[in-house]
């Protein structure tokens, strides 16, 4: 079965990554490993998401003091 181009992308970062890793023993190997964790969502979709909650906040408390 061939490959797709995400699955070839990854095998190659996978191969980079071991051929990295090759003759160096585990305590240079975990120095190398960062120790904060990825957020799985990204800033952006925070941010929008952000906007969304407060900014519908923010307009219902406008509407409610202006518009009894």
Do not use: C, H, Y
């Amino acid at each position: 079965m061939a490959q797709t181009p995400q699955q070839r992308r990854a095998n190659l970062k996978f191969a980079k990554e071991n051929e990295a890793r090759m003759g160096k023993s585990e305590d240079q190997i975990k120095k190398r490993t960062k120790d904060t964790p990825k957020s799985p969502i990204s800033p952006m979709w925070l941010a929008l998401l952000g906007f969304v909650v407060f900014g519908g906040l923010i307009f219902e408390i406008i509407s409610r003091i202006f518009l009894r």
